[in-house]
């Protein structure tokens, strides 16, 4: 039989967090709509049943909130992978691409706009929707500190720079050596510079 999406599998938990907060499409970023632990699990469940039941390039919508909360709420740290946020939903490996792709189709239907330079990031994109990566900074209190500290001197040299900073240029910063290592990805790099970002303008 030919899927449509009439045949697919419910959208509740998508319309859910949609409907619980007033709004008829995701805020964008989609760290604002704060996404709640039992909220994470609907979808990591959504997801799930839906490659089990070969439907999940359906499932854009959730795919791509599942990215942003899992940066905000599970990294604690270490590289960011495809098959790690795959996995944290139950989907095997082989089904990590899948996932990621749908999240990715997904993005311009939300309204996403992919980070570049001299090329297109939507890995990272995806990632940073969800903000900062709160598990991996509060649960370690020389995380914290340290961040804050990293978070300041970057506002310092955003207000001085004369070109724009990008995520390939923070590793030649002085204020990099603040952050722990496992700090020191792109991700962060890039939330870092937005947040900075409106920081230095707003002075």
Request: net charge neutral.
């Amino acid at each position: 039989m030919i899927k449509t999406l009439e045949t697919t599998m419910s959208h509740a938990i998508y319309n859910n967090i949609l409907n619980s907060r007033g709004l008829s499409k995701p805020l964008i970023p989609i760290w604002k709509m704060n996404i709640s632990p039992e909220e994470q699990k609907g979808l990591a469940d959504t997801l799930r049943e839906a490659y089990y039941h070969d439907d999940l390039e359906y499932y854009g919508k959730e795919a791509a909130l599942y990215y942003a909360v899992w940066w905000q709420r599970s990294y604690s740290g270490g590289t960011q992978s495809e098959r790690a946020i795959a996995k944290s939903a139950g989907i095997p490996a082989e089904g990590s691409d899948l996932l990621y792709g749908c999240a990715r189709k997904a993005m311009a239907e939300l309204g996403i706009i992919p980070i570049h330079d001299t090329q297109y990031h939507y890995f990272r994109t995806l990632l940073v929707q969800g903000g900062i990566p709160i598990n991996h900074i509060v649960n370690n209190k020389g995380n914290f500190n340290n961040y804050s500290i990293f978070l300041n001197s970057l506002v310092k040299s955003v207000s001085n720079l004369n070109t724009e900073l990008t995520a390939d240029l923070v590793p030649q910063l002085s204020c990099v050596s603040y952050l722990p290592k496992s700090f020191c990805n792109d991700g962060i790099y890039e939330i870092s510079i937005q947040i900075a970002s409106v920081v230095s303008y707003s002075y």
